[in-house]
């Protein structure tokens, strides 16, 4: 959201492939929320493209004010400036996605992080004033159970909590530009936002083709260096990685994905972690825990958790890349 530089970028393959059934279908493309959006739909003939990306834009529009860090007179940014004003639906659902996510990963994802994120130069005024010192103070803001919706309105146990949903946004917006094609009626679609995706049934009978990104730094060229390609059928895909959104200083690489427990930035040898659920917004959340988590603790996650599929990217000791994929997905994966 804003000028938020994404981590890990999907990209769509063959957009415009013919289908074998010869179905018609209509792509447009955009700019919002700091990034790219694709869209593919499924088009007999009655739907008129401009109107619908017009429909789209409004809506990404009002997502931006209710959740964008980078809109001072956002719903998100009044709050964090603890003025008093009522939360709206997007607010109140990502917030309660938030808590759902945060308690399944034991904590690795956690919009509270934001004065972490703000102190290590991550926020919207990339200026960086962490220090050793100031991290006891910081992590005491930390923390899903210091803050509660109350009668549409944030209650928090300190000031100084500040929220970040950066790390869901994306894939919830996917989500929401879905549910609005499904109530156009709209019976297959691919909606992509700066690399998060959701598909509905398949594309003329094909599975939609998402490809994944090879995670090395400053791979900046989405698809100009493929790890692999996912085929997907009424399922949402998102990715996290720290490979395009970091810093170095005194020679030490600092990623943007910062350890809620620790306050430092994750560190580990997981490169990316591409998740598969059945709402983006959630696979957001879940593949920005994951990075927190690491390679080892993702898998012990996944395997309690199977309504997830993942694809993970990792170096291993001689610093060459590794891939592990959930039992399932497999069959699914073109490496």
């Not at 393959?13 to 289908?19: E, P, Q, R, T, V």
């Not at 009978?205 to 791979?219: A, E, H, L, M, T």
Request: net charge negative; hydrophobic share 35%; proline share 3%.
């Amino acid at each position: 959201m804003g000028n938020r530089t994404l981590a890990v970028f999907i990209i769509i393959i063959s957009l415009l492939s013919s289908c074998r059934d010869e179905t018609e279908y209509s792509n447009f493309t955009g700019f919002a929320q700091g990034t790219t959006y694709n869209m593919v739909v499924e088009n007999p003939g009655n739907i008129n493209i401009e109107k619908l990306q017009a429909g789209v834009e409004k809506i990404l529009r009002d997502f931006d004010m209710s959740l964008s860090l980078y809109k001072d007179s956002s719903v998100l940014s009044r709050i964090n400036r603890n003025e008093n004003v009522l939360a709206d639906s997007f607010f109140i659902e990502a917030f309660n996605l938030s808590g759902y996510i945060s308690r399944i990963t034991n904590g690795a994802f956690d919009v509270t992080v934001g004065p972490l994120v703000k102190s290590w130069g991550f926020g919207p005024d990339e200026h960086k004033n962490f220090s050793e010192s100031k991290r006891d103070t910081l992590l005491k803001l930390v923390g899903m159970e210091k803050v509660e919706l109350r009668n549409g309105r944030v209650i928090k146990s300190l000031p100084g909590i500040l929220l970040d949903f950066n790390a869901i946004a994306q894939g919830y917006s996917v989500d929401v530009i879905s549910k609005y094609f499904e109530g156009l009626g709209i019976e297959s679609f691919l909606v992509e936002i700066g690399g998060e995706v959701r598909v509905k049934e398949d594309k003329g009978g094909v599975r939609w083709r998402i490809g994944i990104d090879r995670p090395f730094d400053n791979n900046m060229m989405p698809g100009n260096d493929l790890e692999a390609i996912i085929n997907l059928k009424d399922q949402s895909l998102a990715t996290s990685g720290n490979y395009r959104k970091f810093y170095v200083e005194n020679g030490i690489k600092y990623s943007h994905t910062i350890d809620p427990k620790t306050g430092y930035p994750a560190k580990n040898q997981l490169l990316s972690a591409t998740i598969i659920a059945s709402e983006c917004g959630t696979a957001d959340g879940v593949a920005t825990a994951c990075m927190v988590m690491g390679k080892d603790k993702t898998i012990e996650f996944l395997d309690k958790h199977p309504e997830f599929e993942a694809y993970l990217i990792y170096s291993d000791e001689n610093g060459n890349f590794k891939t592990w994929a959930s039992e399932k997905l497999k069959k699914f994966i073109s490496e």
